[in-house]
């Protein structure tokens, strides 16, 4: 597979001793090849590529202690291997949960982005596996969306995490999937006007699509599933979850 990002993350990092210093220097050129990276193993569905993307973020995490960004990108990186790996090891993807919260508090300390405090919202959530933690959790993860949304109030992804979070939550709790609709609506429109300055978070993009349709699914309109898949796969033709999964489950 090619996989420039990754590939650019690794010729920054794997340098020799006495050329460290200087490659020390340009941390953002990590984290832009980190956010390249990550979104390339998202794409393709690949977990083997998204692991490596996290032991990268961890050394550049090592190497730029004092950078929010990388810490964004480590944080981010856990967040999306915990999601290949819920199903098959929850235990597991616990533990990664666990370490991607302590990054994305790391990078919020050292530089806030709307991204960080969304995307520590959906960790959050996402560690609510018992009723003895679900209070306090989900009011930390309210508050973490909260403070998302003040930051960023048309930050596209910020909406995508806020469909993703109403989309996964009974409507008795605030959420739903006529919630979850208008919030990925309300994305792919501040999409059209989205262009972050690399290396500041840029992914959702084609995803947004792939929610769309999954909503669209679970309200019945069979047709407007299929349109969103068909939109995200135009964005994104390598996109493994919609092409494997997705487009597949709907009816012929």
């Known amino acids: 597979m090619n996989r420039p ?5 690794v010729a920054l990092l794997l340098v020799p001793t006495a050329s460290f210093a200087f490659q020390a220097t340009n941390p ?16 393709a569905g690949d977990a083997e590529h998204l692991t490596e993307a996290v032991t990268l973020a961890r050394r550049a995490a090592t190497a730029f202690p004092e950078n ?44 806030p982005i709307a991204e960080s405090h969304a995307l520590m919202s959906s960790v959050l959530g996402l560690q609510i596996v018992s009723d003895e933690t679900a209070m306090s959790l989900s009011m930390r993860a309210e508050g973490e ?50 262009a972050p300055e690399s290396p500041l978070p840029a992914w959702g993009r084609a995803e947004v699509y792939a929610w769309l349709g999954q909503t669209y699914v679970a309200l019945r309109m069979p047709e407007e599933a299929r349109a969103a898949y068909e939109r995200a796969m135009e964005i994104e033709p390598s996109y493994a979850w919609v092409r494997d999964t997705l487009l597949p489950a709907l009816s012929p």
């Open 68 to 111: 929010g960004l990388v810490h964004h990108y480590l944080g981010y990186a856990l967040y999306r291997l915990s999601t290949l790996r819920f199903d098959a090891d929850p235990d597991g993807a616990l533990v990664i949960l666990s370490e991607s919260e302590s990054a994305l508090r790391r990078s919020i300390e050292l530089e």
């Open 5 to 9: 990002g990754l590939l650019a993350c």
């Open 28 to 43: 953002r050129e990590v984290a832009a090849g980190l956010r390249t990276g990550i979104a390339e193993a998202v794409i």
């Open 145 to 194: 969306m909260r403070r998302a949304v003040e930051m960023g109030p048309r930050n596209p992804r910020v909406k995508v995490l806020e469909g993703i979070s109403a989309f996964h939550t009974p409507s008795m709790y605030g959420g739903g999937h006529d919630i979850a609709l208008d919030r990925f609506l309300a994305a792919a429109v501040l999409f059209e006007e989205d």
